[in-house]
């Protein structure tokens, strides 16, 4: 089974969604970002870690060092369930191929519909793809 697969079948079972996994090979860290409704806190973490430290021993997953965070409040947003999740909030999206000569959004998730994201921006109303995504966050509410 394939790292995140076991990560998002294990989190799952357990309440948590995962959000992103780096691996860095230099000090094989392991870091896992993981998230759930009213979000994450340290007694969240440390419950994880403990639970993925002793699956990881079984399964055989090598790593130097675990860390298990929150997304923070710039969550990355990946499939098309977190798009839903927070509609109406303000995001930041990079496309990897521009629409009407733009790559860079910023604006309000209207819906998400078939793969189609409905991003207010500037007065206007944005479908943008989203197998066409570089990269999306959400904007922080300071």
């Known amino acids: 089974m394939v790292l995140e697969e076991l990560l998002e079948s294990t989190l799952q079972g357990m309440g948590y969604e995962l959000v992103e996994v780096e691996r860095l090979a230099h000090n ?5 970002f993981v998230d ?4 994450i806190n340290i007694d969240d973490c440390v419950a994880i870690s403990n639970h993925l430290s002793r699956l990881f021993a079984v399964e055989n997953i090598d790593y130097g060092r675990l860390e298990v965070s929150s997304p923070g409040l ?10 839903i999740r927070f509609t109406g909030e303000t995001v930041k999206l990079k496309l990897r191929i521009p ?4 790559r860079n959004f910023v604006g309000v998730l209207r819906e998400i519909n078939n793969g189609i994201i409905k991003l207010e921006s500037e007065g206007k109303l944005f479908d943008l793809e989203l197998s066409n995504l570089g990269k999306a966050r959400l904007v922080p509410k300071l």
């Open 28 to 32: 094989k860290l392991l870091r896992i």
């Open 36 to 39: 759930k409704e009213g979000g």
């Open 74 to 83: 710039d969550r990355p947003l990946r499939k098309e369930a977190d798009f």
């Open 99 to 102: 629409v009407q000569g733009q």
